[in-house]
């Protein structure tokens, strides 16, 4: 049973160019969740989502960012316009049919790590 | 809004002794209390859940434990080997139930 995967794992793009992150999460998990981790800071949450619903996005910029978690597919991060602050580790995490992970916790990808030029 | 401290950013023992980490929240009351490991370069694996009815949990040569009332959960390594070096992130859900808030992290190094 493979784990979360994501990708691309190193991302580099020009200021004001678009960043698609794809996230496949482990199979039976049907909950995404996208994490933001700067460099000596914390990972910050960004967006929940289930099949083809957005559940919370509290954590995710207003403008730029957007998400979706499509009925066939992997889920996409989007950050259109990039500029250097969006330059981060990216983590993606999913969990089986329970909020949060619940007693199961959340598994993590390995990350991709976007560099904005 | 939910907070959570670790707090040391950096812990550094020697090999075969007992490593504790603390983790302090604040506002309301989580269910429960989740510990991740995170090595350099890769994403966080989970290691254990503590619920808030529960005062210990242990696995292996992990303990942790969950004090509602100090707000506060103590994660502990006996017996601690270098391959124990990394980051370790306490993590609760938000009161919405639909996310987990981290903290920072506190970086064990276990010296042989």
């Known amino acids: 049973n493979a784990g979360v995967m994501q990708n691309p794992r190193h991302l580099v793009r020009r200021r004001g160019q678009e960043a698609r992150l794809r996230c496949s999460p482990m199979?039976?998990?049907?909950?995404v969740y996208w994490y933001r981790q700067l460099p000596e800071e914390g990972l910050k949450f960004m967006v929940y989502l289930q099949k083809e619903n957005i559940i919370d996005e509290s954590g995710m910029p207003k403008e730029r960012f957007s998400a979706e978690f499509p009925k066939e597919g992997p889920s996409i991060l989007r950050i259109q316009q990039v500029v250097r602050g969006d330059s981060a580790a990216y983590f993606c995490a999913s969990s089986p049919p329970a909020p949060s992970g619940g007693v199961s916790g959340q598994f993590f990808g390995p990350g991709t790590r976007l560099t904005v030029l | 809004s939910q907070k959570i401290e670790q707090n040391s950013e950096a812990l550094n023992i020697q090999e075969g002794k007992t490593a504790t980490l603390t983790c302090n929240y604040t506002n309301y009351s989580p269910a429960y209390l989740q510990w991740y490991r995170q090595d350099p370069g890769r994403g966080p694996v989970f290691l254990l859940l503590?619920?808030?009815?529960?005062k210990e949990k242990r696995k292996e040569r992990l303990k942790v434990t969950f004090d509602t009332t100090l707000k506060q959960s103590l994660f502990h390594i006996t017996a601690s080997q270098p391959a124990d070096s990394a980051t370790y992130l306490c993590?609760?859900?938000?009161?919405?139930?639909?996310?987990?808030?981290f903290g920072k992290g506190t970086t064990l190094s276990v010296s042989s």
């Open positions: 503590i619920r808030e009815n529960e």
């Open positions: 199979k039976g998990h049907s909950h």
């Open positions: 993590a609760l859900e938000n009161q919405a139930g639909t996310a987990l808030i």
